[in-house]
């Protein structure tokens, strides 16, 4: 039976299938470059029935895959990171690996293209909150585009940006097949022994161009030229290639929006620990003021405080606040809020589970681990573990 908007529940869905249908939402390539994300282990043409879907390959989360009879597990935060020398159980780098290759789960991390997409890790938080005109903290970042300037014939434009377009290329944050386009007039002189598109050989030529113009995350590079090249019908393509300095690719890192009403730091925190229900919640600084514009950063968003005061916020909320950090915020007009690094990350598993129940319907049976923070504080008589949804 065929469900708008999915698959049919016999059709048959590859790992390479899923890893599509996220990119489509958190373009992998627009991520750090220090980050490894996308299909970290197993084949992408596997078939996969079941996801379970976590912020990363805890004990907890690999014991639920064994029981589960999981095929795919999509974490957040990357299950291999550094380059692995090996992959053993009683290595620590490695050990997850090893547990899930051993049971032939495959395995895709959606981590900093997560981050930095519009609908994002820290979006995810700010919209849990409730905040309303939500975007991003800091726009475009961080951003590693190129510009790619394609120059051709008039009636090549379309062919050269659905090369541009299929591998990767020409994407502004939720906008695809981005371009610019100039008409103008070039000239080339062939030599002896070219094979020109239009003219001949020893005859200098002047000919109708368009200059396409579009952007292209830096690690698609080597894909989208050869894929221009490809299509080109010219023998010597003219493309230029250069770097660009601002948020190229749209997105960008954290998240700010305003409360409908303003109200007290107590009450504000009271409803941020209701809604986005965190192990803890830890805070510096007070204020007199009342908090109408919040900034949200989740993970490891400590250093943004600044951006977060630039923007106008009456309250940072991050993960992750360490001792120097937190005085610098007490002694300051923003409070910060650290809610965990974990406790903010994890509003995005929902949000995977969103776009893959809205391509695959019931063809994808998808499980959510929302595990507790590792740190927590003690209380007496307390039990603590994960639940899944
Ligand atoms: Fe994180």
């Given at each position: 039976?065929?469900?708008?908007?999915?698959?049919?529940?016999?059709?048959?869905?590859?790992?390479?299938?899923?890893?599509?249908?996220?990119?489509?939402?958190?373009?992998?390539?627009?991520?750090?470059?220090?980050?490894?994300?996308?299909?970290?282990?197993?084949?992408?043409?596997?078939?996969?029935?079941?996801?379970?879907?976590?912020?990363?390959?805890?004990?907890?989360?690999?014991?639920?895959?064994?029981?589960?009879?999981?095929?795919?597990?999509?974490?957040?935060?990357?299950?291999?990171?550094?380059?692995?020398?090996?992959?053993?159980?009683?290595?620590?780098?490695?050990?997850?690996?090893?547990?899930?290759?051993?049971?032939?789960?495959?395995?895709?991390?959606?981590?900093?293209?997560?981050?930095?997409?519009?609908?994002?890790?820290?979006?995810?938080?700010?919209?849990?909150?409730?905040?309303?005109?939500?975007?991003?903290?800091?726009?475009?970042?961080?951003?590693?585009?190129?510009?790619?300037?394609?120059?051709?014939?008039?009636?090549?434009?379309?062919?050269?940006?659905?090369?541009?377009?299929?591998?990767?290329?020409?994407?502004?944050?939720?906008?695809?097949?981005?371009?610019?386009?100039?008409?103008g007039s070039g000239s080339f002189l062939p030599a002896d022994g070219a094979r020109p598109f239009k003219g001949r050989a020893g005859r200098e030529e002047r000919v109708d161009e368009v200059r396409l113009e579009t952007v292209v995350a830096r690690s698609?590079l080597p894909k989208v030229l050869a894929a221009v090249r490809a299509a080109h019908p010219y023998e010597e393509p003219s493309i230029d290639v250069y770097p660009l300095a601002g948020g190229a690719l749209g997105g960008g890192v954290g998240a700010v929006?305003?409360?409908?009403?303003?109200?007290?730091?107590?009450?504000?925190?009271?409803?941020?620990?209701?809604?986005?229900?965190?192990?803890?919640?830890?805070?510096?600084?007070?204020?007199?003021?009342?908090?109408?514009?919040?900034?949200?950063?989740?993970?490891?968003?400590?250093e943004f405080a600044r951006a977060a005061r630039s923007a106008g916020a009456d309250l940072f909320v991050t993960g992750d606040m360490k001792y120097h950090q937190a005085l610098e915020a007490a002694a300051g007009e923003m409070p910060v809020a650290d809610?965990?690094?974990?406790?903010?990350?994890?509003?995005?598993?929902?949000?995977?589970?969103?776009?893959?129940?809205?391509?695959?319907?019931?063809?994808?049976?998808?499980?959510?681990?929302?595990?507790?923070?590792?740190?927590?504080?003690?209380?007496?008589?307390?039990?603590?573990?994960?639940?899944?949804?």
């Amino acid at each position: 039976m065929w469900k708008v908007g999915g698959v049919s529940p016999r059709a048959r869905i590859a790992v390479r299938d899923v890893w599509r249908s996220l990119d489509e939402h958190f373009p992998f390539a627009h991520r750090a470059e220090w980050d490894n994300v996308g299909i970290l282990l197993g084949d992408p043409g596997a078939p996969v029935r079941s996801v379970l879907v976590a912020l990363d390959a805890t004990p907890a989360v690999l014991a639920l895959c064994r029981r589960a009879r999981i095929d795919l597990l999509l974490t957040h935060h990357p299950v291999i990171h550094n380059p692995l020398k090996s992959i053993r159980p009683d290595d620590t780098a490695s050990a997850a690996a090893f547990a899930l290759a051993g049971m032939g789960v495959a395995v895709i991390s959606a981590h900093t293209n997560a981050d930095v997409a519009p609908r994002g890790v820290s979006w995810a938080v700010a919209h849990r909150i409730g905040l309303f005109g939500i975007r991003p903290l800091l726009p475009g970042e961080p951003s590693d585009a190129c510009k790619v300037a394609v120059f051709v014939p008039p009636g090549f434009a379309d062919v050269a940006l659905e090369a541009i377009a299929g591998a990767g290329g020409g994407r502004v944050g939720a906008y695809s097949r981005c371009s610019f386009r100039t008409a103008g007039s070039g000239s080339f002189l062939p030599a002896d022994g070219a094979r020109p598109f239009k003219g001949r050989a020893g005859r200098e030529e002047r000919v109708d161009e368009v200059r396409l113009e579009t952007v292209v995350a830096r690690s698609l590079l080597p894909k989208v030229l050869a894929a221009v090249r490809a299509a080109h019908p010219y023998e010597e393509p003219s493309i230029d290639v250069y770097p660009l300095a601002g948020g190229a690719l749209g997105g960008g890192v954290g998240a700010v929006g305003d409360r409908k009403t303003p109200a007290s730091l107590d009450d504000v925190l009271g409803e941020i620990f209701r809604r986005v229900r965190p192990s803890w919640i830890r805070v510096a600084g007070t204020t007199t003021k009342k908090v109408r514009r919040i900034a949200v950063v989740a993970g490891s968003g400590s250093e943004f405080a600044r951006a977060a005061r630039s923007a106008g916020a009456d309250l940072f909320v991050t993960g992750d606040m360490k001792y120097h950090q937190a005085l610098e915020a007490a002694a300051g007009e923003m409070p910060v809020a650290d809610v965990g690094h974990g406790s903010a990350e994890k509003w995005i598993l929902p949000e995977f589970r969103r776009v893959l129940a809205g391509r695959f319907g019931k063809g994808l049976a998808i499980r959510v681990f929302m595990e507790e923070e590792p740190l927590r504080a003690f209380r007496p008589g307390e039990r603590r573990g994960g639940n899944t949804s």
